[in-house]
């Protein structure tokens, strides 16, 4: 099939499409009348360089405005909404139903979005890599081509990566394609995985051979170097080899020593571009709506901080029927959900990333009581206060030390280790005792939980959740995924766009409601259906 020729070289243009689509509440129907010419927009090395360079945006704005962050994250119930804004009502509500993949949908920004924006990354970025294979020199002598080169390999590994992590296939597109001649097939998602993943190795290995620095505007306020770049390759990588999994067979079938290996190599420090001010091209959607005052947007699901109840709220709530589950106030030793002090009022004082909301949930009582919660999310409060500016992490070292954990917990590693990297953030952040190796190993199966007498299974998967909440676009849902805690009949993955079926003739399909690629009820109890 052709491959729409809204991917092909359009350099920044793509990005002003994406923004105002995703700004707006349905995408925009646009075709470019004015799209430049490829050849002179490829002719000087000014050019090439500002398309390469602009690539990573159009990959931010794919992933990090609104759709399809916002949808991904109340889907994988880790914050939870029932406004109808970009699908977040229709993934979220139970029983759940399947994906409308349809022309007139008026949410298809979730699918649109990602797919047009990440290709069009993909697209600015080979076409940039065409030039300089073609002989391009950018700066004295071409003295800035290997720097372009990485920079380009890394938007084509994380673009690949995130449409692989999203759909349940794509397109594989490099600078070998000719978008206007060439014929393109789907490829399934793990395939396009392993493209992702050759092309951050590529980008590794140009970062090693070289000696640069990316200036500060490639990525929003961060100049890295040639060796940070690397890290954040390896990272991606390490993200990537583990998120794609589909259920919790695959998870396990992991190639771990490789994703652990990737881990050792990644960032030190947490990987947060800047912000550049709230709806302006540089923000990141869940942390913006995620941590507004009252919780008008967003309020914190149960199923994230309802684990750590020492009453019998939470599974009282549990083993209610959705429809009969109302708010109520978490007991917790968790100091990131509460201090444990109260107000004169009697209201919880805020724990380090949450806080008790003075109001009842804003929502609309018809669309779901379930959706309710008491709590809001308050960890990067500091972007609200500063309108949008400031980091605004989308991977923590966190991250990778619970990814090293979880290695180690599939295979049968080192206990002492997986409780040492639980305990960075279970003590320092939660406040909790610590973590040992005589907790016992435990299952992926396990209900998440802090408590002393549950396995180090059960706290890895707590720990992560609080920690990497609302950072990476869908952290949340592909962990869950991977887990087998999707809420029953959740798609657990993406449709192709039918926009792109329909004009490449091909038929239009979906995921989810009990249908095709579905989550599967699970076979015990389950933190997000049953008490525990």
């Not at 797919?115 to 697209?123: D, E, H, P, Q």
């Not at 393109?184 to 998602?189: A, F, I, T």
């Not at 500016?389 to 090293?404: H, N, Q, S």
Request: with cysteine; hydrophobic share 35%; net charge neutral.
């Amino acid at each position: 099939m052709k491959l729409l020729k809204i991917l092909s070289t359009y350099g920044l243009w793509m990005l002003l499409v994406v923004a105002l689509s995703i700004l707006s509440c349905q995408d925009l129907e646009v075709t470019n009348q004015n799209a430049p010419d490829e050849e002179r927009s490829l002719a000087t090395p000014e050019n090439v360089e500002a398309l390469v360079s602009g690539s990573f945006l159009s990959w931010w704005a794919a992933l990090h405005y609104s759709a399809p962050s916002s949808a991904l994250i109340t889907t994988a119930d880790a914050l939870s909404c029932s406004w109808g804004n970009w699908g977040m009502q229709d993934l979220s509500s139970e029983p759940r139903a399947a994906f409308r993949n349809f022309l007139t949908y008026v949410y298809r920004e979730v699918v649109n979005v990602p797919w047009y924006g990440l290709y069009g990354a993909i697209s600015s970025a080979s076409d940039g890599i065409k030039a300089i294979n073609g002989g391009i020199q950018i700066g004295a002598n071409g003295a800035n081509n290997p720097r372009a080169l990485a920079f380009a390999k890394f938007v084509q590994g994380i673009g690949h990566g995130y449409v692989a992590l999203i759909f349940d296939k794509g397109y594989i597109l490099d600078e070998t394609v000719d978008v206007n001649k060439d014929v393109l097939q789907l490829k399934p998602y793990n395939e396009v995985m392993a493209e992702a993943i050759k092309r951050l190795e590529e980008t590794i290995t140009l970062c090693q051979a070289n000696n640069f620095k990316l200036p500060n505007t490639w990525i929003n306020g961060l100049e890295l170097t040639s060796a940070e770049l690397a890290q954040v390759a390896n990272s991606y990588i390490a993200r990537f080899r583990a998120q794609v999994a589909r259920t919790a067979t695959e998870r396990g079938q992991v190639d771990w020593a490789k994703v652990m290996a990737h881990v050792d190599q990644g960032i030190t420090k947490n990987f947060a571009p800047e912000g550049n001010g709230a709806f302006n091209d540089w923000w990141h959607s869940v942390q913006w709506y995620g941590s507004q005052g009252e919780g008008s947007w967003h309020r914190v699901d149960y199923k994230l901080i309802g684990p750590s109840d020492k009453s019998t709220g939470y599974q009282n709530w549990l083993s209610k029927q959705p429809a009969d589950r109302t708010e109520f106030e978490i007991d917790t030793d968790d100091k990131r959900i509460w201090n444990g002090t109260r107000a004169t009022n009697g209201r919880q004082n805020p724990g380090k990333y949450f806080k008790y909301e003075a109001t009842g949930s804003p929502f609309p009582p018809d669309r779901g009581l379930y959706h309710y919660s008491r709590y809001g999310w308050d960890r990067y409060q500091s972007y609200i206060t500063n309108s949008g500016r400031g980091p605004m992490p989308i991977f923590l070292t966190t991250e990778l030390d619970l990814f090293k954990a979880e290695g180690l917990l599939w295979t049968n590693g080192d206990l002492n280790m997986v409780a040492t990297l639980i305990n960075k953030t279970r003590v320092t952040n939660g406040e909790y005792p610590p973590a040992t190796a005589a907790d016992g190993l435990g299952s992926v199966t396990d209900v998440r939980s802090p408590f002393a007498n549950s396995s180090l299974w059960a706290k890895l998967k707590y720990e992560k959740g609080l920690e990497c909440l609302g950072t990476g676009s869908g952290i949340d849902f592909f962990d869950r995924r991977g887990w087998n805690e999707l809420v029953t009949d959740s798609p657990i993955h993406l449709p192709v766009p039918a926009k792109e079926l329909q004009v490449t003739n091909q038929g239009v399909y979906t995921f989810g409601g009990g249908g095709p690629g579905s989550a599967p009820k699970r076979s015990r109890p389950s933190p997000f259906e049953r008490p525990h």
